[in-house]
């Protein structure tokens, strides 16, 4: 059986992962995908204890759910965000070189640099598979919010080496 680590960049109780998320992960465990969950959560210490945290692992594991989780930060934004990404690919090879990972599922662009990054700091190669739902760069200075050749640059060059990189795409169209 394939195990995959799921690398959400959102908490457990966001709606989006409620709704969304969790439910697709329940359909991956009935095709045979052993599931871990990597969340990152806002206001760990302040909203989590850790009587709440082992039950949401114990939720968790009811649905057949390996959950983890990480502080989210958001102040100073792109420290915050770099710093969460540094924190989440030393989690994710930990995870690796303890055993059994066999796919690295990043949904959209900081989770799957963290699963990115992981991969080629570890010594076993999981296939990394890239959730895209859209390119948020390229939504950006579509929309004009980003000058055609100026912050977003930097950012396509990564993404395609993410793309390179990845072992498989996802992309889902607009009937799924």
């Excluded at 991969?119 to 939504?139: C, M, T, V, Y």
């Excluded at 912050?151 to 795409?169: G, H, N, Q, Y």
Aim: hydrophobic letters at 40%; aromatic letters at 10%.
């Amino acid at each position: 059986m394939a195990k995959s680590i799921y690398i959400c960049y959102f908490g457990v109780r966001q709606p989006l992962v409620q709704t969304q998320v969790v439910p697709y992960l329940l359909e991956l465990r009935k095709d045979g995908v052993e599931i871990v969950l990597l969340t990152f959560e806002p206001d760990l210490r302040k909203k989590w204890t850790t009587d709440q945290i082992a039950e949401m692992k114990r939720e968790m594991a009811e649905k057949g759910i390996e959950w983890h989780c990480l502080a989210y930060h958001k102040k100073l934004s792109v420290l915050a965000t770099s710093y969460d990404i540094l924190a989440g690919a030393m989690f994710i090879r930990r995870m690796i070189n303890a055993g059994d990972i066999d796919i690295l599922h990043g949904r959209v662009h900081v989770p799957t640099l963290m699963g990115a990054i992981a991969r080629r700091l570890s010594r076993h190669k999981p296939k990394l598979l890239f959730d895209i739902r859209g390119f948020f760069p390229e939504e950006y200075t579509d929309a004009g919010i980003w000058p055609e050749n100026g912050f977003a640059l930097p950012f396509r060059k990564t993404r395609r080496k993410m793309v390179d990189e990845s072992r498989w795409l996802c992309r889902p169209n607009r009937k799924s």
